[in-house]
């Protein structure tokens, strides 16, 4: 899949391949201090609102350059990270570093109301002090919580017990949006949709791929349009991800998707980018 993926080199098909693979290299050991080496950094995606084509946020995803392996994408070190605990400064470093990038963002336009979104790993949820860290960066970064959505995939909300839905809750309570990421390919236990405090579906990109082709997939396209009358209806934005062609976005424009992401629009990249291309697309 890495090489059909065509050129997008962080991308990675078997994370517990990657992970061994990581361990042969010995990673192992210069994972823990890279954070403070400074080795990670962010690029962002942005996220574009179908109906009218303007950029209204971006998806912060991280990436280690590595002094000798060069740019890893997060699918080679996120399951280490989560292995040996690095994941909870690591994921503060990110959801640091978004924040602050969000209100650059909001002061450079003047505009706004940029957003950005910020993945969240299970272990991270887990942690006790996830809701008043998260509270406190927005306070230092002066963003307001509206403007931070958190991506929690569907498999780690598996059995949705009191333990992850606590903190959800929290979270949702200062104001900060939680997107359900990779909706379709987990457990989709619909029921539990209703107990989440969620604000929006992130499609995976496995359900619009059949839209590149033409003529479009039509099980594809009703799924599709299943999954957003279902969404629409507990008050749910759709956003897509991994769109890749004008075809794909149309169909899901017409299909009633609110947002959409993908190499179509942008791929992931440095964030003054996305800054230039927010205001091409506003005036
Ligand atoms: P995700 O949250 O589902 O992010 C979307 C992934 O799809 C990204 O991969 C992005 O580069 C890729 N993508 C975007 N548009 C397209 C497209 O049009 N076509 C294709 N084929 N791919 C596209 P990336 O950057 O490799 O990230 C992989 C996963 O790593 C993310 O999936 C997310 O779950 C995780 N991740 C990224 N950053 C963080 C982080 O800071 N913390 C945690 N816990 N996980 C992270
Ligand atoms: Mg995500
Ligand atoms: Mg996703
Ligand atoms: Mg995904």
């Given at each position: 899949?890495?090489?059909?993926?065509?050129?997008?080199?962080?991308?990675?098909?078997?994370?517990?391949?990657?992970?061994?693979?990581?361990?042969?290299?010995?990673?192992?050991?210069?994972?823990?201090?890279?954070?403070?080496?400074?080795?990670?950094?962010?690029?962002?995606?942005?996220?574009?609102?179908l109906?009218?084509?303007?950029?209204?946020?971006?998806?912060?995803?991280?990436?280690?350059?590595?002094?000798?392996?060069?740019?890893?994408?997060?699918?080679?070190?996120?399951?280490?990270?989560?292995?040996?605990?690095?994941?909870?400064?690591?994921?503060?470093?990110?959801?640091?570093?978004?924040?602050?990038?969000?209100?650059?963002?909001?002061?450079?336009?003047?505009?706004?109301?940029?957003?950005?979104?910020?993945?969240?790993?299970?272990?991270?949820?887990?942690?006790?002090?996830?809701?008043?860290?998260?509270?406190?960066?927005?306070?230092?970064?002066?963003?307001?919580?509206?403007?931070?959505?958190?991506?929690?995939?569907?498999?780690?909300?598996?059995?949705?017990?009191?333990?992850?839905?606590?903190?959800?809750?929290?979270?949702?309570?200062?104001?900060?949006?939680?997107?359900?990421?990779?909706?379709?390919?987990?457990?989709?236990?619909?029921?539990?949709?209703?107990?989440?405090?969620?604000?929006?579906?992130?499609?995976?990109?496995?359900?619009t791929?059949?839209m590149?082709?033409?003529?479009?997939?039509?099980?594809?396209?009703?799924?599709v349009?299943?999954?957003?009358?279902?969404?629409?209806?507990?008050?749910?934005?759709v956003?897509v991800?991994?769109v890749?062609?004008?075809?794909q976005a149309e169909h899901l424009r017409v299909l009633g998707c609110?947002?959409a992401?993908?190499?179509?629009?942008?791929?992931?990249?440095?964030?003054?980018?996305?800054?230039?291309?927010?205001?091409?697309?506003?005036?």
């Amino acid at each position: 899949r890495a090489k059909a993926a065509g050129g997008n080199r962080y991308e990675h098909a078997d994370p517990e391949a990657d992970v061994l693979a990581i361990t042969r290299h010995g990673l192992t050991n210069s994972l823990p201090t890279a954070l403070e080496r400074g080795e990670f950094f962010i690029e962002y995606q942005p996220l574009v609102r179908l109906s009218d084509g303007t950029v209204h946020g971006a998806e912060a995803l991280v990436r280690w350059c590595h002094p000798l392996r060069g740019v890893l994408g997060p699918d080679q070190f996120i399951p280490l990270a989560e292995n040996t605990g690095l994941i909870v400064p690591l994921g503060r470093w990110v959801l640091g570093e978004a924040v602050r990038q969000a209100r650059a963002w909001q002061f450079a336009d003047g505009e706004g109301p940029l957003r950005v979104n910020v993945n969240l790993s299970p272990f991270q949820l887990r942690y006790p002090d996830l809701v008043r860290d998260t509270a406190e960066v927005l306070k230092e970064a002066g963003l307001e919580p509206t403007a931070l959505c958190l991506e929690v995939t569907e498999s780690a909300l598996i059995g949705a017990d009191e333990t992850l839905l606590r903190p959800l809750r929290q979270l949702a309570d200062l104001g900060v949006d939680i997107a359900l990421d990779d909706f379709g390919t987990g457990y989709s236990n619909l029921s539990n949709l209703r107990r989440m405090p969620l604000s929006a579906l992130k499609l995976d990109r496995s359900f619009t791929r059949g839209m590149q082709q033409d003529p479009a997939d039509p099980v594809d396209l009703k799924i599709v349009e299943g999954v957003v009358a279902l969404a629409h209806t507990l008050d749910l934005a759709v956003t897509v991800e991994g769109v890749e062609t004008g075809a794909q976005a149309e169909h899901l424009r017409v299909l009633g998707c609110d947002t959409a992401q993908g190499w179509y629009y942008a791929r992931p990249g440095p964030p003054d980018r996305l800054h230039a291309l927010s205001l091409v697309d506003a005036s």
